[in-house]
């Protein structure tokens, strides 16, 4: 549907497309701006959505307004970005695009046992990088086993496999992804997160067994280095025999050693 309207700056021209079942397949991959093209090539978006779509254009002016909904039908799609190879599937939430600047609504997906939800933005700019921000980011029961360690980067799995923790774990706080323009730069993340645990452990020379409580991680990566500072605060945890309770202060973990 749509309408065209005599306005002081010109006639003003409007456009509403509904789609149901889309396909995310390339056809559609390849109509969007460039930088959002490299962020589905990063993303791989599986499965089918519904699209809402309004284009306005008033004569006269070179560029034209776009603004798109999409909405995943949950029991179809899924995304695996290339950054972070870990598939999130039954993907849910509300996905608004206008004009360069894309928000995230109630984005949900499953991997398994684990529960992801999310808001967020990402911004585009002209010369050709992005920017991600997931909010109130909420990932529980995340397990550390061989299949997370084996999609994480070189950096930050050295340091991982360096503490071995086991045991399920739940994030909550804000991650940020992005890239600039120049072909072949890394992407770069950052984060704030509240790692909280439950029965745990970790053996890095020294094992200690059945944590309880939390660490805030603050970091970086840029591809090339890692480095996180954070603050232990353990309720309580089994070396041995032994119980030791209130395990709090500092932390740091880069490429090359654990503080």
Request: net charge negative.
């Amino acid at each position: 549907s749509g309408s065209l309207q005599a306005t002081p700056d010109g006639n003003r021209l409007v456009l509403r497309i509904a789609g149901l079942g889309i396909p995310l397949e390339e056809e559609l991959r390849d109509s969007l701006k460039p930088g959002m093209q490299q962020v589905w090539n990063n993303v791989q978006p599986q499965g089918v959505a519904d699209l809402d779509v309004e284009i306005a254009h008033v004569s006269g002016d070179d560029k034209f307004t776009v603004n798109l909904q999409a909405r995943p039908r949950s029991e179809t799609t899924s995304i695996k970005p290339n950054c972070f190879p870990y598939r999130l599937e039954r993907l849910q939430g509300l996905l608004t695009y206008r004009d360069g600047h894309v928000t995230l609504e109630h984005f949900r997906g499953e991997h398994g046992n684990t529960r992801v939800s999310s808001e967020g933005q990402c911004d585009f700019f002209p010369d050709g990088s992005w920017r991600l921000t997931l909010d109130a980011l909420d990932v529980e029961r995340l397990s550390v086993d061989r299949e997370l360690s084996s999609v994480l980067p070189g950096r930050l799995r050295k340091a991982i496999s360096e503490i071995n923790p086991s045991g399920p774990i739940h994030l909550h706080g804000t991650f940020v992804l992005g890239q600039s323009g120049r072909p072949g730069d890394p992407l770069a993340t950052q984060w704030n997160l509240l790692v909280g645990f439950q029965q745990a452990s970790v053996d890095f020379g020294l094992r200690l067994d059945n944590l309880n409580g939390d660490v805030r991680l603050v970091g970086q990566c840029d591809g090339d280095r890692f480095s996180t500072r954070g603050e232990l605060d353990i309720v309580s945890g089994m070396y041995k025999d032994f119980q030791v309770t209130q395990i709090t202060g500092p932390l740091w973990i880069d490429d090359e050693r654990i503080l």
